[in-house]
């Protein structure tokens, strides 16, 4: 858009728009007469909007002249078309403006952005489109400088002060001064998973401005070097931020927590404004043609293609569901060696193992397609210092790959790994644009893939934190409640192992962890079996076992005695002298990697100390998993978290009724650290031998 001059009015007063179509008859273009105070900005956000919802719209501006402080006149392009929307222009003009604070500015929402809120509006209280990472800090705690620098980084990063607009068209609007949200709750006053429940139902509210909640639990009196542990949450709403933008955050706020509380610098650029516009100049035309190619060809493969339509059915059930398996690091490097020498990723292959996973339970036949939705980063395109920008860019988009049980193993990664490249450059399209373009012939299906990748945190921010004596771990994603019935994430975690966590709802899927566990198998087993020569259906022969309800093991030898699920167990400490007995530790969803590692550390044996992941079948399978451990005469001592309580007792169950001797249930609650938990299991396996 140009301008005669710059016009630059406050907007809290109304706009009256006359729209003059002239005499078509003679070619004469539209005009809008614009009689009131207008800002400048609302103008470009208005034909924002109006571009993110119409492909193809014209990049050229409308030119403004400015005949007094309240008449203007809009003049369309030459290049407008003759349907251009001037109703809506007018609406989007006129509409009130947000009341309170009056904002710096206003953009369009992005097609994913308007997306996500849409999910979110049809889903209130629900604890929807909520997302969730959490860590802990160790060392002394100053809460003041804690605050102040949180309030540095939101006075800097213009994302955290925006919010959505009440408008007809979804608008983000950013406000001047926001107040950082930082709850603070001394030790005692809730348990970890109760307060991540309850937080995440309190939810974010997109329409106010501020999408980003600290909640600290814990923490000892500033600069008190001998303080406990406390544990942070960042709860965020996905419609304005992403995990990848809550870690540039976080690294923003440790370098505000190192200068003293105040952030170093002016605001970011570039902003989401900035992306807002590099969408508007984008040509959809190449990337219509792409996902419309892609339609084309996925209809030639016969028969259905997603989760739910081919194996899934709705139990007669409600809530939500989480489960998390870690390969360990050792299994995390033989994946990725194995992965590149296949001239594909670590992502490339959990794609493989899903596309596995969905054909097995859909019970197909010969050649059939699967689909199933994964994310891609939005931050590969070309704007300079994209990399570094916070925003909801990270963008779930459609993916149908026809699996083959006669073709070789190698032809299904490539052609995942070809797809990838594809379709990254058209990372920015939203899955609402491609179901427009294809009259949903590629609409999402019912399970999300994401591979979460990580900014790295510079060592001067951590050798800094250090020096103060603070300790603090990457922040852990948690059980995230998307718009799909099945998420799986996936993330490397500190100490390097690869953890896999599925959501999901019960209401379309009684349950997930079996396919999970199965999927854990295939990622470790791939790499021993799968050669060259391997086919498809050889890789799905490791699923042979996999059904739904019996309760079997991946790899378990069914009812045998001492069949040992691969997926359920993993030795943290051996033990230091022959029959010293075992303690038994049960895995939580919301308790990271690090933390059983720091526990294996700090617990002074001589018992073996193992953990026992979740699995299919429950307390038995975790029982079998135990194996010969759970012998007559055996010492096993069972640990958990609180909400443990009705597992460790059945498995402790399975043990007495096969001779063993009573055992002791230990269960402190979520807020415990790893050395007051080895010491807890030290004092149990004691009164146990």
Known sequence: MTSSHPARIPQDEPMTVVVDLGPAAHGVLPVLDLHGPLDTTRIEAA???????????????????????????????????????????????????????????????????????????????????????????DGPFDQERFTDAWQSVVDCESVLRTAFDSGPEPGIVVHDRVEA??????????????????????????????????????????????????????????????????????????????????????????????????????????????????????????????????????????????????????????????????????????????????YRLGRAE????????????????????????????????????????????????????????????????????????????????????????????????????????IHVEPPEPLSARTGFPLALVAHHDDAGGLALTVSYDRARLADATEALAYGALLLRELPYRAGKLTTVAEALALLSGMNPGTGALPGSGGAGDEAVGPAALEVLRPATRPGAGTVAVLQAPAVTGSFYDRLARAYPGPEELVLLRPAPGGAPARHRALGSRTRAGRNVTLGGFTGDGVTAYEIARLVADRGGRPRVVVLPGGTADPGELARMLAAAARRAA
């Open 47 to 137: 034909l924002d909007s109006i571009a993110a919802r119409r492909p193809g719209t014209p990049t050229r501006r409308p030119v403004l002249e400015t005949h007094s402080p309240g008449h203007h006149t809009l003049r369309l392009a030459p290049d407008a078309p003759d349907d251009f929307p001037l109703g809506r222009l007018a609406d989007l003009l006129t509409h009130p403006v947000t009341a309170g604070a009056p904002p710096t500015r206003r953009t369009a929402a992005t097609p994913l952005q308007r997306e996500l809120l849409a999910d979110a509006d049809t889903r209130p209280g629900t604890g929807a489109q909520v997302e969730q990472m959490a860590w802990s800090w």
């Open 181 to 358: 949200e930082v709850v603070r709750l001394p030790h005692g006053t809730a348990h970890w998973h109760d307060l991540l429940e309850d937080d995440r139902r309190r939810g974010i509210d997109p329409r106010r401005p501020g999408p980003l909640r600290i909640t600290v639990l814990g923490g000892g009196p500033a600069m008190f070097a001998t303080a406990p542990p406390l544990r942070v949450v960042l709860t965020y709403h996905p419609a304005l931020l992403d995990s990848w933008s809550v870690r540039l955050l976080l690294r923003e706020f440790y370098r505000a927590y190192l200068a003293g509380g105040r952030l170093p610098g002016g605001e970011r650029r570039p902003d989401m404004g900035d992306y807002v516009q590099w969408l508007a100049d984008q040509d959809t035309a190449p990337a219509r043609e792409f996902w419309s190619r892609d339609a084309r060809c996925s209809a030639l493969i016969p028969g259905p293609s997603g989760l739910f339509a081919v194996g899934g059915r709705a139990p007669d059930s409600t809530g939500h569901g989480c489960f998390r398996i870690r390969l360990t690091p050792e299994e995390t490097t033989r994946l990725a060696v194995w992965a590149a020498s296949w001239g594909a990723t670590e992502s490339t292959v959990l794609q493989a193992v899903w596309a596995l996973l969905l």
């Open 366 to 469: 010969g050649t059939a397609p699967v689909r199933f939705s994964t994310t891609v980063s939005g931050r590969g395109i070309l704007l300079d210092g994209i990399e570094g920008l916070p925003g909801a860019l990270c963008n779930p988009l459609p993916l149908t790959v026809a699996v083959d049980p006669d073709a070789p193993l190698s032809g299904l990664l490539g052609a995942l790994r070809d797809r990838a490249v594809d379709t990254a450059a058209y990372e920015w399209v939203s899955a609402g644009q491609i179901r427009a373009w294809t009259k949903d012939a590629l609409a999402p299906a019912d399970s999300l893939l994401a591979f979460e990748n990580r900014p790295p945190v510079p060592d001067a921010l951590t050798s800094g934190l250090a020096a103060l004596g």
